[in-house]
Every structure is written in C-alpha cells, then in structure tokens.
C-alpha cells in the first residue's frame, strides 16, 4: 500500500525565493530515500537521494533534510527559478539485501515558480 | 551523460492487442524495472528485473504482463492482451553499477488502448 505521501499538493512561489517541498513516509524499515523532478509529459528526473545514516546531504541548489524521528523527509531549492517549475515527488526504498526493492513514490507537489 | 532511452514515445492499439514496449537502460546498470503513472497519479511499480530474471513484481503484473532481456542492451516489457486500464505512461528505469541505489528513468512510453 501507500507507504510515502506529501503534506501540500501545490506551491507557489516568487522567483529568487527558496521553496520547502515536504514529504511524509510511514516504513521505518527504508533505508534510502530520493527526490524526482517531473516535468509535463516527461519521466521522473533524478535530484538527490539520501541514506537513513544521514540527516542532511546538500546539493547544487538543493538539500534534502531526513528526520527519522517523525519519518519526514524535505527538499529545500533555493532561489528558485522558473525551470524549476515541475512537479516533485519522493520516493523511499527498502534495503532487501541482494536485491534493490521497489521505490514507493509520493503522490507529487506541483512547484510553481512565478516571475 | 549516459541516459535510459524508450520506444515508441507514444503507442496507440486496439483493445485486446498485444504491444511491446521497448527500453535501453544504462549500459553498467544492474537492474532494470518498469513502472506506470496514468494520467494525473503517482507512479506505481510493476517489476524489476535481475540477473536475467524478475526479481519483485506488484499486483499490477498479472499474467498479461511479460519482462525480457533479449541482448545486452534491451529490455521489454510485453502486455498480450490489453485493456482499457491499462492506457498509461509506462517508464523503464535502470540502476545498480556506479549509480548505486538511485533509479534513472526514461523519457516514458504513453500507452493508449481504445
């Protein structure tokens, strides 16, 4: 069943703005967690992905932040910009072992970033 | 940048027809999977595929439903007789080798059973 859902189905914001994209996830057995970008009538795009060991991993304009405590994972963009309009799911991932698992995805937040 | 690539970008068939949709994932991926998102939904896991063989698949891939690595480089999955439900946008996505855990998918495959 659904395992990894989102907080806000929308968000709006000003270009130059940081934006807070938020996730909730209810497996504690994941071990691994990744943020997608989707684009209109395109496949999932890889952003960061993050391990249960950490807490924070940073990339280019984006960190992604894991709290294991409350099972909350976020994806902060900052100064976001009009290319980043999109919108942006969570997945998480079991370690099976030998096997990769299935990723669980989120139901998605269309980001839109206005001019 | 090595990327997963599919074809055709967009299938149209009859209901009951079988379609084949065709993938080439990343060449030093290990594993290989599809998933499908209809219109306006999350995206739903259908299989993955290891080692030459399934290695996980959901309640989705019923017995219409088949994976194949037919060479080195290409990985299908096959619907033999389909239905209505199953008009999708159907993604391949690779990973494993020195991408670790993360999955890349492709461009999609839009499905559309009339």
């Known amino acids: 069943g659904e395992s990894v859902g989102l907080h806000l189905p929308t968000l709006s914001v000003q270009e130059g703005d940081n934006s807070i994209i938020n996730c909730a996830y209810s497996n504690s057995a994941s071990d691994y967690f990744i943020w997608y970008k989707q684009e209109s009538g395109k496949g999932p795009q890889f952003i960061i992905d993050?391990?249960?060991?950490?807490d924070k991993r940073q990339g280019q304009r984006v960190t992604v932040l894991l709290n294991k405590t409350v099972k909350h994972l976020s994806l902060q963009i900052a100064a976001t910009q009009p290319g980043d309009s999109a919108v942006y799911f969570c997945a998480e991932n079991e370690n099976r072992g030998s096997t990769l698992g299935r990723l669980y995805f989120g139901r998605g937040t269309q980001l839109t970033v206005w001019p | 940048e090595p990327e997963v690539t599919q074809t055709p970008s967009h299938q149209v068939t009859q209901m009951g027809q079988e379609v084949i949709l065709r993938c080439v994932p990343i060449?030093?991926?290990?594993?290989f999977y599809w998933y499908r998102q209809i219109l306006g939904q999350k995206v739903e896991f259908l299989v993955s595929f290891y080692n030459n063989e399934i290695s996980e698949k959901s309640e989705i891939f019923d017995d219409q439903f088949s994976v194949e690595r037919p060479d080195g480089s290409n990985f299908t999955l096959k619907i033999r007789s389909t239905k209505l439900e199953d008009s999708a946008m159907y993604f391949c996505?690779?990973?494993?080798?020195?991408?670790?855990?993360?999955?890349?998918f492709g461009p999609g495959t839009r499905l559309t059973v009339l």
């Open positions: 996505a690779s990973s494993g080798g020195t991408s670790g855990r993360a999955l890349y």
């Open positions: 993050i391990r249960s060991n950490m």
């Open positions: 060449s030093n991926h290990l594993y």
